[in-house]
């Protein structure tokens, strides 16, 4: 099972209502959200309406505002609320024993596209 999933660290190296990014060779950035209730969230670092870099962005509960144009973006769908329309990709993502882990078809397979 743990083949699966990529290791990408220590859930310390997130403070809560931050991201941090991850980057992949041949593919888009990932952002890793954590909230303030320490729920883990990884998406394509990019807002869908002008590759705004969400992990610069605000988190206030399961949501992230894009720092360029206020977009507010689901961590949980991808999909951008309100009346905007627009969506970025989810990574599927588990924390286990304190350690953060990212599906790797996901994260892998991404760079095929």
């Not at 144009?69 to 588990?94: F, Q, Y």
């Not at 599906?103 to 596209?113: D, M, N």
Request: aromatic fraction near 6%.
């Amino acid at each position: 099972m743990i083949g699966d999933w990529l290791d990408i660290g220590s859930v310390d190296q997130i403070a809560p209502g931050t991201a941090r990014t991850l980057p992949v060779v041949g593919a888009d950035e990932i952002a890793v959200f954590r909230t303030q209730k320490n729920e883990f969230y990884a998406l394509v670092n990019k807002c869908p309406h002008k590759q705004g870099p969400l992990s610069q962005g605000i988190v206030h509960d399961n949501v992230v505002t894009c720092p360029l144009h206020n977009w507010n973006i689901s961590l949980k769908t991808g999909e951008a609320l309100g009346e905007d329309k627009g969506c970025v990709p989810v990574i599927p993502m588990r924390v286990d024993a304190g350690r953060m882990y990212l599906l790797r078809s996901a994260v892998v397979g991404s760079r095929a596209a």
